[in-house]
């Protein structure tokens, strides 16, 4: 099992940042990458950035590249997202995913049904 804790969101204008934060404990040494997804009311969830744990490769989603940054502190079981030039379609909660499979990561790290354990979200809200 592997438990996973979103920290960081908040409200912000327009323009600003925001760095969230996820926790993992646990079994973490069977971690293989790490994601952050979003979800607003009545939308799909939707993916925003995976790390892989170990090598380091990183992906992102078209609407937040070039604003959102992925990094990771292996000795910290941590993940990060640091958000910039925040627009109010950003608006969502933000989820930290887990995966434990390294099988095809390179074609399927956006598919949500590929990360097997899930944090509860932490609330992102930018006003216009």
């Known amino acids: 099992q592997v438990q996973l804790v979103e920290s960081g969101g908040g409200l912000v204008q327009a323009g600003g940042s925001l760095r969230l934060s996820c926790a993992a404990s646990?079994?973490?040494?069977?971690?293989?990458?790490m994601g952050w997804f979003r979800q607003a009311p009545g939308k799909e969830r939707e993916f925003v950035a995976a790390?892989?744990?170990?090598?380091?490769?990183?992906y992102y989603g078209d609407p937040v590249k070039g604003r959102f940054t992925i990094s990771r502190d292996n000795a910290e079981n941590t993940v990060y997202l640091q958000m910039n030039s925040l627009k109010p379609e950003d608006t969502a909660l933000y989820l930290c995913?887990?995966?434990?499979?390294?099988?095809?990561?390179?074609?399927?790290?956006?598919?949500?049904?590929?990360?097997?354990?899930w944090g509860r979200g932490t609330q992102v809200t930018v006003s216009s």
């Open positions: 790390i892989e744990w170990r090598g380091g490769r990183i």
């Open positions: 646990g079994r973490t040494f069977s971690t293989y990458a």
């Open positions: 995913a887990a995966r434990i499979g390294g099988s095809w990561w390179s074609l399927t790290y956006t598919d949500v049904s590929t990360y097997g354990y």
